[in-house]
Protein backbone atom coordinates (compact mmCIF):
# COMPACT_ATOMS: atom_id res chain seq x y z
CA UNK A 1 0.00 0.00 0.00
CA UNK A 2 2.59 2.27 0.88
CA UNK A 3 4.10 1.90 -2.51
CA UNK A 4 1.22 2.61 -4.58
CA UNK A 5 0.56 5.58 -2.70
CA UNK A 6 4.14 6.60 -3.32
CA UNK A 7 3.26 6.32 -6.88
CA UNK A 8 0.42 8.18 -6.96
CA UNK A 9 2.06 11.17 -5.29
CA UNK A 10 5.40 11.10 -7.90
CA UNK A 11 2.21 10.78 -10.67
CA UNK A 12 1.10 14.47 -9.60
CA UNK A 13 4.25 16.01 -8.45
CA UNK A 14 5.42 15.17 -12.36
CA UNK A 15 2.58 16.17 -13.71
CA UNK A 16 2.62 19.66 -11.67
CA UNK A 17 6.16 20.13 -12.85
CA UNK A 18 5.07 19.92 -16.39
CA UNK A 19 2.17 22.88 -16.04
CA UNK A 20 4.73 25.11 -14.93
CA UNK A 21 7.32 24.20 -17.55
CA UNK A 22 4.53 24.83 -20.56
CA UNK A 23 3.66 28.18 -19.89
CA UNK A 24 6.84 29.39 -18.75
CA UNK A 25 8.55 28.21 -21.82
CA UNK A 26 5.57 29.85 -23.79
CA UNK A 27 5.80 33.47 -21.81
CA UNK A 28 10.01 33.94 -22.35
CA UNK A 29 9.74 33.24 -25.92
CA UNK A 30 9.20 37.19 -26.26
CA UNK A 31 7.58 36.58 -30.26
CA UNK A 32 4.57 39.29 -31.37
CA UNK A 33 3.11 36.38 -32.47
CA UNK A 34 2.58 35.24 -28.42
CA UNK A 35 2.03 39.00 -27.32
CA UNK A 36 -0.59 39.51 -29.86
CA UNK A 37 -2.20 36.30 -28.77
CA UNK A 38 -1.73 37.13 -24.76
CA UNK A 39 -3.45 40.72 -25.25
CA UNK A 40 -6.36 38.92 -27.11
CA UNK A 41 -6.76 36.51 -24.10
CA UNK A 42 -6.30 39.68 -21.39
CA UNK A 43 -9.44 41.51 -23.32
CA UNK A 44 -11.56 38.39 -23.47
CA UNK A 45 -11.14 37.62 -19.80
CA UNK A 46 -11.27 41.17 -18.65
CA UNK A 47 -14.84 41.10 -19.95
CA UNK A 48 -16.45 38.08 -18.32
CA UNK A 49 -16.61 37.45 -14.35
CA UNK A 50 -13.09 36.21 -12.64
CA UNK A 51 -14.92 33.29 -10.99
CA UNK A 52 -12.54 30.35 -10.42
CA UNK A 53 -13.10 27.26 -12.53
CA UNK A 54 -14.77 24.50 -10.26
CA UNK A 55 -13.46 20.52 -9.43
CA UNK A 56 -16.01 19.08 -12.26
CA UNK A 57 -17.97 21.42 -13.68
CA UNK A 58 -16.68 22.91 -17.09
CA UNK A 59 -16.77 26.78 -16.15
CA UNK A 60 -18.90 28.84 -18.80
CA UNK A 61 -15.84 31.13 -18.33
CA UNK A 62 -12.92 31.04 -21.26
CA UNK A 63 -9.22 30.15 -19.81
CA UNK A 64 -5.79 29.37 -20.77
CA UNK A 65 -4.16 27.08 -18.67
CA UNK A 66 -2.88 23.49 -18.80
CA UNK A 67 -4.80 21.62 -16.48
CA UNK A 68 -4.03 17.78 -15.10
CA UNK A 69 -6.59 16.61 -12.79
CA UNK A 70 -6.80 13.03 -10.86
CA UNK A 71 -9.40 10.87 -9.78
CA UNK A 72 -9.37 7.75 -7.17
CA UNK A 73 -12.85 6.65 -7.07
CA UNK A 74 -14.04 3.56 -5.07
CA UNK A 75 -16.64 1.71 -7.48
CA UNK A 76 -19.68 0.45 -6.23
CA UNK A 77 -20.30 -3.44 -4.69
CA UNK A 78 -16.97 -5.47 -4.67
CA UNK A 79 -15.43 -4.06 -7.73
CA UNK A 80 -12.73 -2.41 -6.08
CA UNK A 81 -11.29 0.37 -7.23
CA UNK A 82 -10.43 2.79 -10.10
CA UNK A 83 -7.67 5.68 -10.09
CA UNK A 84 -7.50 7.85 -13.39
CA UNK A 85 -4.40 9.88 -14.19
CA UNK A 86 -4.99 13.11 -16.32
CA UNK A 87 -9.11 13.22 -15.79
CA UNK A 88 -9.00 13.85 -19.38
CA UNK A 89 -7.73 17.43 -19.21
CA UNK A 90 -4.82 19.08 -21.18
CA UNK A 91 -4.21 22.49 -22.66
CA UNK A 92 -6.89 25.30 -22.91
CA UNK A 93 -6.11 28.56 -24.92
CA UNK A 94 -8.31 31.57 -26.10
CA UNK A 95 -7.85 31.98 -30.14
CA UNK A 96 -10.31 35.07 -30.40
CA UNK A 97 -12.32 37.45 -27.71
CA UNK A 98 -15.13 34.91 -27.56
CA UNK A 99 -13.96 31.52 -28.29
CA UNK A 100 -11.71 29.10 -26.02
CA UNK A 101 -10.62 25.46 -27.46
CA UNK A 102 -9.43 22.83 -25.34
CA UNK A 103 -7.08 19.94 -26.66
CA UNK A 104 -7.93 17.14 -24.10
CA UNK A 105 -5.47 14.13 -23.53
CA UNK A 106 -6.19 10.61 -22.93
CA UNK A 107 -6.55 9.46 -19.36
CA UNK A 108 -4.79 6.32 -17.96
CA UNK A 109 -6.80 4.18 -15.68
CA UNK A 110 -5.79 1.57 -13.27
CA UNK A 111 -8.53 -0.58 -12.34
CA UNK A 112 -8.02 -2.62 -9.17
CA UNK A 113 -10.90 -5.33 -8.31
CA UNK A 114 -11.03 -6.92 -5.16
CA UNK A 115 -10.82 -10.62 -4.35
CA UNK A 116 -6.82 -10.86 -5.28
CA UNK A 117 -8.41 -10.59 -9.19
CA UNK A 118 -5.99 -9.02 -11.77
CA UNK A 119 -5.58 -5.12 -12.32
CA UNK A 120 -6.46 -3.85 -15.69
CA UNK A 121 -4.34 -0.90 -16.79
CA UNK A 122 -4.38 1.73 -19.92
CA UNK A 123 -5.20 4.59 -21.70
CA UNK A 124 -8.99 5.58 -22.24
CA UNK A 125 -10.95 7.41 -24.78
CA UNK A 126 -9.76 10.55 -26.00
CA UNK A 127 -11.48 13.41 -25.57
CA UNK A 128 -9.83 15.13 -28.13
CA UNK A 129 -11.02 18.65 -28.08
CA UNK A 130 -13.97 20.41 -26.59
CA UNK A 131 -14.50 24.44 -27.83
CA UNK A 132 -16.63 26.84 -26.42
CA UNK A 133 -18.43 30.52 -27.84
CA UNK A 134 -19.11 32.54 -25.02
CA UNK A 135 -22.68 34.37 -26.51
CA UNK A 136 -22.59 37.07 -23.72
CA UNK A 137 -20.68 38.27 -20.85
CA UNK A 138 -20.29 40.46 -18.04
CA UNK A 139 -17.25 41.50 -15.54
CA UNK A 140 -18.16 42.07 -12.08
CA UNK A 141 -18.63 45.61 -12.54
CA UNK A 142 -21.34 45.70 -14.91
CA UNK A 143 -23.75 42.62 -14.37
CA UNK A 144 -21.23 39.65 -13.20
CA UNK A 145 -22.74 37.11 -15.75
CA UNK A 146 -22.08 35.10 -18.24
CA UNK A 147 -23.98 32.51 -20.96
CA UNK A 148 -21.40 30.36 -23.19
CA UNK A 149 -22.14 27.21 -25.63
CA UNK A 150 -19.72 24.27 -25.86
CA UNK A 151 -19.20 21.12 -27.88
CA UNK A 152 -16.93 18.23 -27.09
CA UNK A 153 -15.50 14.89 -28.84
CA UNK A 154 -14.84 11.76 -27.77
CA UNK A 155 -12.26 9.93 -29.82
CA UNK A 156 -12.18 5.47 -28.87
CA UNK A 157 -8.73 5.24 -28.70
CA UNK A 158 -8.41 3.59 -25.13
CA UNK A 159 -8.07 0.03 -24.10
CA UNK A 160 -10.46 -2.85 -24.57
CA UNK A 161 -11.19 -2.16 -20.72
CA UNK A 162 -11.93 1.63 -20.84
CA UNK A 163 -13.40 1.84 -24.15
CA UNK A 164 -16.81 3.13 -25.58
CA UNK A 165 -16.04 1.82 -28.87
CA UNK A 166 -17.65 4.70 -30.56
CA UNK A 167 -17.38 8.27 -31.00
CA UNK A 168 -19.48 10.42 -28.41
CA UNK A 169 -20.46 14.38 -29.55
CA UNK A 170 -21.87 16.44 -26.51
CA UNK A 171 -23.35 19.56 -26.89
CA UNK A 172 -23.60 21.77 -23.93
CA UNK A 173 -25.02 25.21 -22.61
CA UNK A 174 -23.72 26.59 -19.60
CA UNK A 175 -24.23 29.91 -17.90
CA UNK A 176 -23.38 31.48 -14.36
CA UNK A 177 -24.30 34.65 -12.51
CA UNK A 178 -22.43 36.37 -9.22
CA UNK A 179 -23.62 38.66 -6.22
CA UNK A 180 -20.30 39.96 -4.70
CA UNK A 181 -17.79 37.10 -3.39
CA UNK A 182 -20.88 34.42 -4.03
CA UNK A 183 -21.44 32.60 -7.48
CA UNK A 184 -23.58 29.62 -9.64
CA UNK A 185 -22.06 28.14 -12.21
CA UNK A 186 -24.21 25.21 -14.70
CA UNK A 187 -24.08 23.13 -17.20
CA UNK A 188 -26.91 21.35 -19.03
CA UNK A 189 -25.71 18.58 -21.91
CA UNK A 190 -26.11 15.38 -23.73
CA UNK A 191 -23.65 12.81 -24.85
CA UNK A 192 -24.64 11.03 -28.00
CA UNK A 193 -22.80 7.96 -29.96
CA UNK A 194 -21.85 8.36 -33.76
CA UNK A 195 -20.26 5.58 -35.78
CA UNK A 196 -19.52 2.17 -34.23
CA UNK A 197 -21.16 -0.65 -33.52
CA UNK A 198 -25.19 -0.12 -33.20
CA UNK A 199 -25.99 -2.07 -30.47
CA UNK A 200 -23.13 -0.44 -28.00
CA UNK A 201 -24.29 3.27 -29.19
CA UNK A 202 -28.29 1.78 -28.60
CA UNK A 203 -26.48 0.29 -24.86
CA UNK A 204 -25.35 4.19 -24.34
CA UNK A 205 -28.13 5.91 -23.29
CA UNK A 206 -27.53 8.93 -25.12
CA UNK A 207 -27.33 10.21 -21.49
CA UNK A 208 -28.15 13.61 -20.07
CA UNK A 209 -25.43 15.53 -18.07
CA UNK A 210 -26.13 18.33 -15.38
CA UNK A 211 -23.99 20.39 -13.18
CA UNK A 212 -24.38 23.08 -10.69
CA UNK A 213 -21.75 24.58 -8.30
CA UNK A 214 -22.16 26.73 -5.77
CA UNK A 215 -19.22 28.54 -4.77
CA UNK A 216 -17.25 31.32 -2.49
CA UNK A 217 -14.39 33.90 -2.82
CA UNK A 218 -12.82 33.83 0.53
CA UNK A 219 -9.28 35.22 -0.52
CA UNK A 220 -7.07 32.29 -1.92
CA UNK A 221 -9.76 30.08 -0.69
CA UNK A 222 -12.53 29.09 -3.30
CA UNK A 223 -15.10 26.56 -1.09
CA UNK A 224 -18.02 25.26 -2.94
CA UNK A 225 -20.36 22.51 -3.36
CA UNK A 226 -21.04 20.91 -6.49
CA UNK A 227 -24.47 18.67 -7.86
CA UNK A 228 -23.76 16.74 -10.41
CA UNK A 229 -26.00 14.31 -11.98
CA UNK A 230 -26.58 12.18 -14.96
CA UNK A 231 -30.20 10.89 -15.97
CA UNK A 232 -30.39 7.91 -19.00
CA UNK A 233 -33.29 8.91 -21.04
CA UNK A 234 -32.86 5.44 -22.79
CA UNK A 235 -30.32 2.49 -22.82
CA UNK A 236 -29.82 -0.45 -20.46
CA UNK A 237 -29.92 2.29 -17.47
CA UNK A 238 -33.49 3.91 -19.28
CA UNK A 239 -35.25 5.69 -16.66
CA UNK A 240 -32.48 5.83 -14.05
CA UNK A 241 -29.81 8.80 -12.62
CA UNK A 242 -26.86 8.91 -10.28
CA UNK A 243 -26.49 12.21 -8.55
CA UNK A 244 -23.77 13.16 -6.99
CA UNK A 245 -22.30 15.83 -4.49
CA UNK A 246 -18.93 16.94 -4.18
CA UNK A 247 -17.59 19.49 -1.29
CA UNK A 248 -14.55 21.12 -2.23
CA UNK A 249 -11.82 23.53 -2.18
CA UNK A 250 -9.70 25.45 -4.97
CA UNK A 251 -6.85 27.52 -3.92
CA UNK A 252 -5.63 30.11 -6.28
CA UNK A 253 -4.09 32.26 -7.79
CA UNK A 254 -0.62 32.03 -6.90
CA UNK A 255 2.02 34.31 -8.79
CA UNK A 256 4.75 31.91 -10.18
CA UNK A 257 6.14 33.91 -13.32
CA UNK A 258 4.66 37.30 -15.10
CA UNK A 259 1.06 36.03 -16.18
CA UNK A 260 1.93 32.45 -14.73
CA UNK A 261 -0.43 31.75 -11.79
CA UNK A 262 -0.52 27.86 -9.94
CA UNK A 263 -4.25 26.55 -8.88
CA UNK A 264 -4.67 23.60 -7.34
CA UNK A 265 -7.37 22.39 -5.30
CA UNK A 266 -9.23 18.85 -3.99
CA UNK A 267 -12.83 17.44 -3.46
CA UNK A 268 -14.95 14.28 -2.49
CA UNK A 269 -17.79 13.14 -4.25
CA UNK A 270 -20.40 11.19 -2.82
CA UNK A 271 -23.00 9.03 -4.57
CA UNK A 272 -26.55 10.20 -3.26
CA UNK A 273 -28.48 7.33 -5.87
CA UNK A 274 -26.86 4.09 -4.27
CA UNK A 275 -29.17 2.18 -6.87
CA UNK A 276 -27.22 3.66 -9.65
CA UNK A 277 -23.67 4.14 -8.54
CA UNK A 278 -20.62 4.57 -11.30
CA UNK A 279 -18.29 4.79 -7.97
CA UNK A 280 -19.44 4.96 -4.00
CA UNK A 281 -17.08 7.90 -3.41
CA UNK A 282 -14.48 9.62 -5.32
CA UNK A 283 -11.05 11.90 -4.63
CA UNK A 284 -10.75 14.66 -7.05
CA UNK A 285 -7.79 16.13 -7.36
CA UNK A 286 -7.10 19.27 -9.52
CA UNK A 287 -3.40 20.95 -10.81
CA UNK A 288 -3.64 23.89 -12.90
CA UNK A 289 -1.34 26.44 -14.45
CA UNK A 290 -3.14 29.31 -16.08
CA UNK A 291 -1.00 31.78 -18.26
Do not use: C
Request: aromatic share 10%; no cysteine; hydrophobic share 40%.
Amino acid sequence: MTQVVGTKVKIIAFALLATVAVPARAEDSGSSFIDDWLNVANQAQAEQPHWMTPLVTVTPRLEQEVRVDFDFARLPGSKGTLDNYGGGKGVEIIPSENTELIIGMPPYQVLQPEGGKPAKAGWGDWPSFLAKYRFLSHNEQHGNDIVTGFFQMLTPVGAQAFTNHFYVMQPTIAGGKGWGRFDIQATLGEQFPVEGDAVDRRHFGDPVLANATLQYQAGIFWPELELNDTYWPNGVHEGKNQLLVTPGVVLGRFDVHNRVKLVFGIGYQIALTPQMPAFRNNIVITTRMAF
